[in-house]
């Protein structure tokens, strides 16, 4: 792991410049600014044709424009981002702007579509082939269990047990669809493609890079985790990179009795 930020992140400027990768996934702890600050000068580094964003939806992604890209103002409210949950918009905007030119995709799952897959599977709520993702699979036990774990402890040890499974497919849907959105924007552009998304999805072991093992194998691929503070980062990365901790309240203190 790079704790010597700077440094590493020169490094990987220049590997962006230089590779020959068709596909550059950068992840990111969605309210470090810091990360974002990384994955604009490498998208400009990289200088991508398309970009894929987990934070829009194939819809959001369609109103981005060449008259509102360049106006923060413009574009966050064409986005309707003050609605969607996410950081601070001013993070995400210079990456809207690093490559100016390249076309927009979104791959973000819209909230009554993750509903759907408690009721419906996978297979009924994916826009690809399900099978040819080997969404229609299950996965192997053991993954299953730590997966199941790790959803239970993001959710603060809340979650009724009963809803893991369902929160793990959801997940694995999410993973998909970026990757999807990934295949999509390569057929639109001919690539090469920068995706921009959270350290969860973008994990070689099951996140989105392991589905080109699947549909694409001959696809070359880069992936840059970011963490904060050093600490360790787990799912197999190209490069890891290391900003300062941001300040931000426990996010189980909603979860908290009497709250």
Known sequence: MKTLFAAALALCLS?????????????????????HQVQAEMVAAFAPKALVFEM?????????????????AALAKALEWEASGWPDFDYY?????????????????????ARKVF????????????????????????????????????????????MLPGM????????????HGVM?????TGGPVAVITGNGHARRDWGVPSYFARIAPDLELR???????????????????????????DPCKAFAKGD
């Open 15 to 35: 590997s962006a410049a230089a590779t020959g990768q068709d596909v550059l996934i950068l992840g990111e702890v969605h309210d470090n600014p810091a990360h």
């Open 56 to 72: 829009l939806t194939p819809a959001q992604a369609d109103v981005v424009t060449p008259e509102n890209r360049g106006d923060r």
């Open 93 to 113: 905007h210079p990456i809207f702007t690093a490559a100016p030119e390249a076309r927009i995709f979104g791959a973000q799952v819209p909230r009554a579509a």
């Open 119 to 162: 009721e419906d599977g996978l297979g009924a709520v994916f826009s690809g082939d399900g099978a040819a993702y080997g969404l229609t699979e299950p996965l192997p036990e053991g993954e299953q269990a730590t997966r199941e774990a790790l959803q239970m402890e993001a959710h603060c040890d809340a979650l009724p047990e009963a």
């Open 168 to 179: 793990v497919a959801v997940q694995r849907l999410r993973d998909a669809e970026l990757a």
């Open 184 to 188: 999509r924007a390569i057929e639109a």
């Open 223 to 249: 992936v840059i985790g970011q963490t904060e503070d050093g600490r360790a980062l787990e799912g197999g990365f190209d490069e890891v990179l290391s900003a300062p901790m941001v300040a931000r309240e």
